[in-house]
Protein backbone atom coordinates (compact mmCIF):
# COMPACT_ATOMS: atom_id res chain seq x y z
CA UNK A 1 0.00 0.00 0.00
CA UNK A 2 1.68 3.25 -1.38
CA UNK A 3 2.13 6.11 1.55
CA UNK A 4 1.02 9.69 1.49
CA UNK A 5 4.28 11.08 1.98
CA UNK A 6 2.91 14.46 2.83
CA UNK A 7 0.65 13.03 5.05
CA UNK A 8 1.13 13.88 9.24
CA UNK A 9 1.62 11.28 10.78
CA UNK A 10 -0.42 10.74 14.43
CA UNK A 11 1.60 8.26 16.61
CA UNK A 12 -1.46 6.01 17.51
CA UNK A 13 -1.41 3.76 20.30
CA UNK A 14 -3.37 0.76 20.33
CA UNK A 15 -6.00 0.85 23.46
CA UNK A 16 -5.83 -3.07 25.34
CA UNK A 17 -2.79 -4.38 23.01
CA UNK A 18 -0.11 -2.67 23.71
CA UNK A 19 1.46 -2.27 20.28
CA UNK A 20 2.42 1.34 19.33
CA UNK A 21 2.66 2.11 15.23
CA UNK A 22 2.84 5.42 13.32
CA UNK A 23 -0.38 5.63 11.35
CA UNK A 24 -1.49 8.41 9.05
CA UNK A 25 -3.67 11.34 10.49
CA UNK A 26 -7.29 10.79 10.83
CA UNK A 27 -7.99 12.45 7.37
CA UNK A 28 -5.39 10.36 5.57
CA UNK A 29 -7.47 7.30 7.09
CA UNK A 30 -9.97 7.29 4.44
CA UNK A 31 -7.39 7.31 1.28
CA UNK A 32 -5.96 4.04 2.28
CA UNK A 33 -9.08 2.20 4.02
CA UNK A 34 -9.93 -1.37 3.24
CA UNK A 35 -13.53 -3.13 2.80
CA UNK A 36 -12.95 -5.80 5.95
CA UNK A 37 -15.88 -8.28 4.30
CA UNK A 38 -18.16 -8.76 1.03
CA UNK A 39 -21.29 -10.65 0.06
CA UNK A 40 -23.71 -11.97 1.99
CA UNK A 41 -23.37 -14.12 5.76
CA UNK A 42 -22.25 -11.48 7.90
CA UNK A 43 -24.60 -11.18 10.87
CA UNK A 44 -26.06 -7.77 12.42
CA UNK A 45 -23.29 -5.08 13.04
CA UNK A 46 -20.40 -7.63 12.26
CA UNK A 47 -19.48 -6.37 9.30
CA UNK A 48 -19.18 -2.92 11.00
CA UNK A 49 -16.80 -4.17 14.20
CA UNK A 50 -14.65 -5.92 11.57
CA UNK A 51 -14.89 -2.80 9.37
CA UNK A 52 -13.68 -1.02 12.75
CA UNK A 53 -10.78 -3.43 13.13
CA UNK A 54 -9.58 -3.00 10.34
CA UNK A 55 -9.67 1.08 10.53
CA UNK A 56 -8.31 1.00 13.78
CA UNK A 57 -5.36 -1.35 13.60
CA UNK A 58 -4.59 -1.35 10.24
CA UNK A 59 -1.46 0.63 9.36
CA UNK A 60 -1.64 2.60 6.41
CA UNK A 61 1.73 3.94 7.02
CA UNK A 62 4.97 3.10 8.68
CA UNK A 63 5.03 0.86 11.84
CA UNK A 64 6.79 -0.28 14.43
CA UNK A 65 4.68 -3.50 15.30
CA UNK A 66 2.51 -5.43 12.88
CA UNK A 67 -0.87 -6.29 14.36
CA UNK A 68 -1.21 -10.01 14.96
CA UNK A 69 -4.49 -11.99 14.01
CA UNK A 70 -4.77 -15.84 14.04
CA UNK A 71 -7.18 -18.15 13.01
CA UNK A 72 -8.30 -21.46 13.49
CA UNK A 73 -8.93 -23.54 10.67
CA UNK A 74 -11.65 -26.30 10.60
CA UNK A 75 -15.21 -24.85 10.21
CA UNK A 76 -13.96 -21.81 10.92
CA UNK A 77 -11.84 -20.72 7.50
CA UNK A 78 -13.33 -23.90 5.86
CA UNK A 79 -16.53 -25.74 6.03
CA UNK A 80 -15.88 -29.32 7.53
CA UNK A 81 -12.76 -30.86 8.89
CA UNK A 82 -9.58 -31.08 6.69
CA UNK A 83 -7.93 -33.50 9.24
CA UNK A 84 -11.07 -35.65 8.68
CA UNK A 85 -10.85 -35.24 4.59
CA UNK A 86 -7.60 -36.52 4.96
CA UNK A 87 -7.84 -39.65 7.10
CA UNK A 88 -10.85 -40.70 4.95
CA UNK A 89 -8.64 -40.08 1.62
CA UNK A 90 -5.37 -42.28 3.81
CA UNK A 91 -8.00 -45.11 4.42
CA UNK A 92 -9.06 -45.11 1.42
CA UNK A 93 -5.88 -44.90 -0.96
CA UNK A 94 -4.37 -47.40 1.90
CA UNK A 95 -1.73 -45.17 2.67
CA UNK A 96 -1.75 -45.79 6.70
CA UNK A 97 1.60 -47.79 7.39
CA UNK A 98 0.85 -51.16 10.05
CA UNK A 99 2.75 -50.42 13.13
CA UNK A 100 4.79 -53.16 14.76
CA UNK A 101 2.66 -52.33 17.92
CA UNK A 102 -0.74 -49.96 17.71
CA UNK A 103 -0.22 -49.08 21.42
CA UNK A 104 2.96 -47.50 20.43
CA UNK A 105 0.93 -45.18 18.23
CA UNK A 106 -0.44 -43.28 20.86
CA UNK A 107 0.19 -42.87 24.26
CA UNK A 108 -3.36 -42.88 25.47
CA UNK A 109 -4.49 -45.65 23.87
CA UNK A 110 -6.50 -48.45 25.32
CA UNK A 111 -5.53 -51.49 25.79
CA UNK A 112 -8.77 -52.31 24.50
CA UNK A 113 -8.93 -50.68 20.97
CA UNK A 114 -4.81 -51.81 20.73
CA UNK A 115 -6.42 -55.19 20.67
CA UNK A 116 -9.22 -54.73 18.29
CA UNK A 117 -6.41 -52.70 15.98
CA UNK A 118 -4.24 -55.52 15.93
CA UNK A 119 -6.84 -58.12 15.18
CA UNK A 120 -8.53 -56.01 12.37
CA UNK A 121 -5.38 -54.79 10.67
CA UNK A 122 -2.25 -56.29 11.75
CA UNK A 123 -2.51 -59.78 9.44
CA UNK A 124 -3.46 -57.47 6.48
CA UNK A 125 0.46 -56.24 6.07
CA UNK A 126 4.25 -56.26 7.48
CA UNK A 127 5.28 -54.27 9.72
CA UNK A 128 6.07 -50.53 7.63
CA UNK A 129 3.92 -52.01 5.20
CA UNK A 130 0.79 -49.91 3.60
CA UNK A 131 -2.45 -51.52 4.98
CA UNK A 132 -4.56 -52.37 2.04
CA UNK A 133 -7.53 -50.00 3.47
CA UNK A 134 -9.21 -49.01 0.21
CA UNK A 135 -9.49 -53.14 -1.21
CA UNK A 136 -12.36 -55.44 0.56
CA UNK A 137 -10.53 -57.26 2.71
CA UNK A 138 -9.50 -53.85 4.65
CA UNK A 139 -12.59 -53.02 4.86
CA UNK A 140 -12.85 -53.95 8.73
CA UNK A 141 -9.34 -52.25 9.51
CA UNK A 142 -10.50 -49.46 7.85
CA UNK A 143 -13.43 -49.42 9.66
CA UNK A 144 -11.54 -50.36 13.11
CA UNK A 145 -9.40 -47.19 12.20
CA UNK A 146 -12.38 -45.22 11.59
CA UNK A 147 -14.45 -46.25 14.79
CA UNK A 148 -11.09 -45.05 16.80
CA UNK A 149 -10.53 -41.82 15.33
CA UNK A 150 -14.26 -40.72 14.71
CA UNK A 151 -16.06 -41.87 17.89
CA UNK A 152 -13.04 -42.62 20.56
CA UNK A 153 -14.52 -45.93 21.01
CA UNK A 154 -13.88 -49.52 19.22
CA UNK A 155 -16.48 -50.83 16.96
CA UNK A 156 -17.92 -53.03 19.72
CA UNK A 157 -17.89 -49.44 21.92
CA UNK A 158 -14.93 -50.31 23.88
CA UNK A 159 -13.00 -46.81 25.21
CA UNK A 160 -10.06 -46.36 22.63
CA UNK A 161 -8.53 -43.79 24.76
CA UNK A 162 -7.98 -42.92 28.08
CA UNK A 163 -5.85 -40.61 30.79
CA UNK A 164 -4.93 -37.58 28.57
CA UNK A 165 -5.27 -34.04 29.88
CA UNK A 166 -8.63 -32.39 28.33
CA UNK A 167 -7.22 -28.43 28.22
CA UNK A 168 -4.21 -29.56 26.61
CA UNK A 169 -4.57 -32.57 24.06
CA UNK A 170 -6.75 -34.24 22.15
CA UNK A 171 -6.22 -37.89 21.40
CA UNK A 172 -8.04 -38.67 18.21
CA UNK A 173 -6.40 -35.66 16.50
CA UNK A 174 -3.39 -36.38 17.70
CA UNK A 175 -3.72 -39.48 16.65
CA UNK A 176 -4.10 -38.80 13.00
CA UNK A 177 -0.96 -37.24 13.12
CA UNK A 178 0.32 -40.47 14.51
CA UNK A 179 -0.54 -42.33 11.46
CA UNK A 180 1.65 -41.09 9.78
CA UNK A 181 4.28 -42.07 10.77
CA UNK A 182 6.94 -43.67 8.72
CA UNK A 183 6.03 -40.71 5.88
CA UNK A 184 7.49 -37.84 4.82
CA UNK A 185 6.11 -34.05 5.87
CA UNK A 186 6.55 -33.88 1.94
CA UNK A 187 4.46 -37.06 1.42
CA UNK A 188 1.75 -36.03 3.87
CA UNK A 189 1.17 -33.12 1.63
CA UNK A 190 0.62 -35.22 -1.22
CA UNK A 191 -1.84 -36.97 0.60
CA UNK A 192 -3.53 -33.67 1.48
CA UNK A 193 -2.90 -32.01 -2.01
CA UNK A 194 -5.19 -35.00 -2.90
CA UNK A 195 -7.90 -34.95 -0.69
CA UNK A 196 -8.13 -31.47 -1.14
CA UNK A 197 -8.82 -31.79 -5.02
CA UNK A 198 -11.34 -34.29 -4.40
CA UNK A 199 -13.39 -32.65 -1.40
CA UNK A 200 -13.50 -29.12 -3.16
CA UNK A 201 -14.57 -30.97 -6.55
CA UNK A 202 -17.66 -33.04 -5.08
CA UNK A 203 -20.76 -31.05 -4.37
CA UNK A 204 -22.06 -29.81 -1.38
CA UNK A 205 -23.37 -32.69 0.79
CA UNK A 206 -21.65 -35.43 -1.31
CA UNK A 207 -20.54 -38.39 0.94
CA UNK A 208 -17.78 -40.76 0.18
CA UNK A 209 -17.38 -44.89 0.88
CA UNK A 210 -14.56 -45.23 3.66
CA UNK A 211 -14.49 -49.32 4.94
CA UNK A 212 -18.37 -49.86 4.97
CA UNK A 213 -19.49 -47.31 5.85
CA UNK A 214 -19.84 -43.67 4.50
CA UNK A 215 -18.57 -40.44 5.72
CA UNK A 216 -18.67 -36.90 4.24
CA UNK A 217 -16.77 -36.13 0.94
CA UNK A 218 -16.99 -32.21 0.40
CA UNK A 219 -15.06 -29.13 1.88
CA UNK A 220 -15.34 -25.79 1.10
CA UNK A 221 -13.72 -22.35 1.98
CA UNK A 222 -16.01 -19.93 3.14
CA UNK A 223 -15.78 -16.77 0.63
CA UNK A 224 -16.01 -14.19 3.44
CA UNK A 225 -13.36 -15.35 5.80
CA UNK A 226 -10.74 -15.51 2.76
CA UNK A 227 -12.20 -12.08 2.10
CA UNK A 228 -10.95 -10.76 5.95
CA UNK A 229 -8.05 -13.26 5.91
CA UNK A 230 -7.08 -11.35 2.51
CA UNK A 231 -8.10 -7.46 3.93
CA UNK A 232 -6.26 -8.13 6.98
CA UNK A 233 -2.73 -9.13 5.22
CA UNK A 234 -3.41 -6.05 2.86
CA UNK A 235 -3.96 -3.58 6.05
CA UNK A 236 -0.81 -4.84 7.40
CA UNK A 237 -2.09 -7.27 10.01
CA UNK A 238 0.62 -10.67 10.82
CA UNK A 239 -2.25 -13.57 10.05
CA UNK A 240 -1.28 -16.71 11.11
CA UNK A 241 -3.55 -19.87 11.13
CA UNK A 242 -3.26 -22.04 14.41
CA UNK A 243 -5.41 -25.60 13.77
CA UNK A 244 -5.41 -29.09 15.60
CA UNK A 245 -4.99 -30.85 12.11
CA UNK A 246 -1.56 -32.27 11.42
CA UNK A 247 0.84 -29.46 10.07
CA UNK A 248 1.40 -30.40 6.53
CA UNK A 249 -2.40 -31.03 6.16
CA UNK A 250 -2.85 -27.25 6.84
CA UNK A 251 -0.38 -26.11 5.34
CA UNK A 252 -1.87 -27.53 2.16
CA UNK A 253 -4.95 -26.26 2.60
CA UNK A 254 -3.54 -22.70 3.76
CA UNK A 255 -2.35 -21.73 0.45
CA UNK A 256 -5.74 -21.43 -0.79
CA UNK A 257 -5.75 -18.50 1.11
CA UNK A 258 -2.29 -16.80 0.91
CA UNK A 259 -0.82 -18.29 4.32
CA UNK A 260 2.31 -19.83 3.45
CA UNK A 261 3.44 -22.72 5.30
CA UNK A 262 5.61 -20.39 7.90
CA UNK A 263 2.70 -18.87 9.40
CA UNK A 264 0.98 -21.89 9.92
CA UNK A 265 0.89 -23.76 13.56
CA UNK A 266 -0.89 -27.51 13.35
CA UNK A 267 0.16 -30.73 15.06
CA UNK A 268 3.79 -32.06 14.77
CA UNK A 269 5.57 -35.14 14.47
CA UNK A 270 9.00 -35.33 15.42
CA UNK A 271 10.72 -36.79 12.65
CA UNK A 272 13.60 -39.51 11.96
CA UNK A 273 17.69 -38.08 11.17
CA UNK A 274 16.02 -39.46 7.31
CA UNK A 275 12.98 -36.72 7.69
CA UNK A 276 10.80 -39.62 8.07
CA UNK A 277 7.41 -38.69 10.78
CA UNK A 278 7.37 -40.56 13.98
CA UNK A 279 4.54 -41.37 15.92
CA UNK A 280 5.68 -38.92 18.19
CA UNK A 281 5.05 -35.27 18.50
CA UNK A 282 7.00 -31.65 18.98
CA UNK A 283 6.37 -30.49 22.79
CA UNK A 284 5.58 -26.81 23.44
CA UNK A 285 6.21 -24.87 27.07
CA UNK A 286 7.08 -27.11 29.81
CA UNK A 287 6.52 -30.24 27.33
CA UNK A 288 9.19 -32.05 25.61
CA UNK A 289 9.66 -33.20 22.59
CA UNK A 290 7.82 -37.00 22.68
CA UNK A 291 5.86 -36.45 25.41
CA UNK A 292 2.35 -35.89 23.06
CA UNK A 293 0.27 -33.84 25.63
CA UNK A 294 0.95 -30.47 24.20
CA UNK A 295 -0.91 -30.16 20.91
CA UNK A 296 -2.50 -27.14 19.39
CA UNK A 297 -5.96 -27.64 21.45
CA UNK A 298 -7.21 -24.96 23.94
CA UNK A 299 -4.43 -24.17 26.48
CA UNK A 300 -2.04 -26.44 23.99
CA UNK A 301 -3.20 -23.56 20.95
CA UNK A 302 -1.99 -20.36 23.64
CA UNK A 303 1.22 -22.34 23.69
CA UNK A 304 2.35 -22.98 20.38
CA UNK A 305 0.68 -19.34 19.70
CA UNK A 306 3.10 -17.99 22.21
CA UNK A 307 5.65 -20.15 20.88
CA UNK A 308 6.13 -19.52 17.46
CA UNK A 309 4.01 -15.87 17.04
CA UNK A 310 5.48 -14.24 20.19
CA UNK A 311 8.75 -15.86 20.38
CA UNK A 312 7.95 -17.09 24.50
CA UNK A 313 9.95 -19.77 25.39
CA UNK A 314 10.52 -22.49 28.27
CA UNK A 315 7.14 -22.63 30.50
CA UNK A 316 6.19 -19.26 29.97
CA UNK A 317 4.47 -20.23 27.02
CA UNK A 318 1.54 -22.03 28.43
CA UNK A 319 0.83 -18.03 30.63
CA UNK A 320 -1.31 -15.08 29.47
CA UNK A 321 1.43 -12.87 27.80
CA UNK A 322 0.88 -9.58 28.62
CA UNK A 323 -1.23 -7.04 26.07
CA UNK A 324 1.65 -6.07 23.91
CA UNK A 325 2.58 -10.01 23.03
CA UNK A 326 -0.57 -11.07 22.39
CA UNK A 327 -2.98 -11.08 19.29
CA UNK A 328 -5.46 -8.27 18.79
CA UNK A 329 -8.04 -10.38 16.63
CA UNK A 330 -8.91 -14.51 16.66
CA UNK A 331 -11.42 -16.16 15.04
CA UNK A 332 -12.49 -19.80 15.92
CA UNK A 333 -15.89 -22.05 16.01
CA UNK A 334 -15.18 -23.96 18.95
CA UNK A 335 -14.44 -25.00 22.54
CA UNK A 336 -10.69 -25.72 21.36
CA UNK A 337 -10.15 -22.50 20.27
CA UNK A 338 -11.10 -20.90 24.04
CA UNK A 339 -8.23 -20.28 25.42
CA UNK A 340 -6.71 -18.10 22.22
CA UNK A 341 -9.78 -16.00 21.58
CA UNK A 342 -9.78 -15.19 25.08
CA UNK A 343 -6.03 -13.78 24.99
CA UNK A 344 -7.37 -11.73 21.72
CA UNK A 345 -7.26 -7.94 22.79
CA UNK A 346 -9.46 -6.14 20.53
CA UNK A 347 -11.80 -8.78 18.53
CA UNK A 348 -13.16 -12.13 18.67
CA UNK A 349 -15.12 -13.58 16.12
CA UNK A 350 -17.00 -17.17 16.70
CA UNK A 351 -18.80 -19.23 14.08
CA UNK A 352 -22.32 -20.41 16.37
CA UNK A 353 -21.22 -24.29 16.05
CA UNK A 354 -23.27 -24.93 19.63
CA UNK A 355 -20.45 -25.42 21.26
CA UNK A 356 -20.59 -25.01 25.07
CA UNK A 357 -18.36 -23.31 26.97
CA UNK A 358 -17.56 -21.28 23.91
CA UNK A 359 -20.93 -19.79 23.40
CA UNK A 360 -21.13 -19.45 26.87
CA UNK A 361 -18.36 -16.89 26.97
CA UNK A 362 -19.32 -15.43 23.09
CA UNK A 363 -22.79 -14.64 24.27
CA UNK A 364 -21.83 -13.38 27.73
CA UNK A 365 -19.88 -10.74 26.25
CA UNK A 366 -18.05 -9.78 29.08
CA UNK A 367 -15.71 -7.27 27.89
CA UNK A 368 -18.05 -6.26 24.43
CA UNK A 369 -15.41 -7.95 22.33
CA UNK A 370 -16.76 -10.75 21.11
CA UNK A 371 -18.91 -11.07 18.10
CA UNK A 372 -20.59 -14.20 17.24
CA UNK A 373 -21.76 -15.20 13.13
CA UNK A 374 -23.75 -18.11 11.89
CA UNK A 375 -22.06 -20.59 10.02
CA UNK A 376 -21.34 -19.05 6.39
CA UNK A 377 -22.98 -22.51 4.82
CA UNK A 378 -25.18 -24.94 6.23
CA UNK A 379 -25.94 -22.81 9.37
CA UNK A 380 -27.15 -24.00 12.64
CA UNK A 381 -30.56 -23.43 13.64
CA UNK A 382 -31.56 -21.94 16.94
CA UNK A 383 -30.63 -24.28 19.83
CA UNK A 384 -34.08 -24.62 21.78
CA UNK A 385 -32.55 -24.97 25.25
CA UNK A 386 -29.94 -22.22 27.00
CA UNK A 387 -26.47 -23.05 27.03
CA UNK A 388 -25.82 -24.72 30.73
CA UNK A 389 -22.76 -22.29 31.26
CA UNK A 390 -24.10 -21.95 34.85
CA UNK A 391 -23.63 -26.04 35.91
CA UNK A 392 -21.98 -27.92 32.85
CA UNK A 393 -20.56 -26.09 30.38
CA UNK A 394 -16.52 -26.28 31.45
CA UNK A 395 -14.75 -29.10 30.78
CA UNK A 396 -11.76 -29.48 33.14
CA UNK A 397 -8.41 -31.23 32.37
CA UNK A 398 -9.66 -34.43 34.49
CA UNK A 399 -12.80 -34.40 32.21
CA UNK A 400 -14.72 -33.25 35.06
CA UNK A 401 -17.81 -30.73 33.60
CA UNK A 402 -18.59 -27.65 35.98
CA UNK A 403 -19.75 -24.05 35.45
CA UNK A 404 -18.32 -21.45 33.28
CA UNK A 405 -15.89 -18.79 35.12
CA UNK A 406 -15.50 -15.52 34.44
CA UNK A 407 -11.94 -13.95 35.05
CA UNK A 408 -12.99 -13.18 38.84
CA UNK A 409 -14.19 -16.94 39.35
CA UNK A 410 -18.06 -15.54 38.93
CA UNK A 411 -20.41 -18.17 37.51
CA UNK A 412 -21.83 -16.83 33.63
CA UNK A 413 -25.25 -17.28 34.34
CA UNK A 414 -26.81 -19.95 31.53
CA UNK A 415 -27.16 -18.42 28.23
CA UNK A 416 -29.56 -17.74 25.43
CA UNK A 417 -28.34 -18.72 21.66
CA UNK A 418 -29.60 -15.69 19.74
CA UNK A 419 -27.33 -15.66 16.35
CA UNK A 420 -28.56 -18.83 14.65
CA UNK A 421 -29.09 -19.39 10.57
Not at 13 to 35: H, K, V
Not at 152 to 180: H, K, N, V
Not at 304 to 318: C, L, M, Q, T, Y
Request: glycine letters at 10%; aromatic letters at 8%; one cysteine or more.
Amino acid sequence: MRRNRTATLALIAATGSGLLWAAPAEADQTSCRRSAVVGPGWYGDNQARLQQLVDRYGACGGRRHKPVAVFDWDNTVVKNDVGDATMYWLLRNGRIRRPADWSATSRFLTPAAATALAEACTPLARTGEPLPTGTPQGAGCADEINAVYGTAATRTGAAAFAGWDRRTTEPSYSWLAQLTQGWTARDVRGFAAAARTENLAAPIGATQQVGTGTATGWVRYYDQQKDLINTLRRAGFDVWITSASPQPVVEVWAKGVGIDADHVIGIRNTTTRGGKLTSRLQGCGSVPDGADTMITYIDGKRCWINKEVFGVRGADAEKVQPPARRQVFAAGDSDTDISFLRDATALRLVLNRNKNELMCRAYENGDGRWIVNPMFIDPKKQKTTPYPCATTGYVDHDGTKGPVLRSDASVIPDQTDSVYG
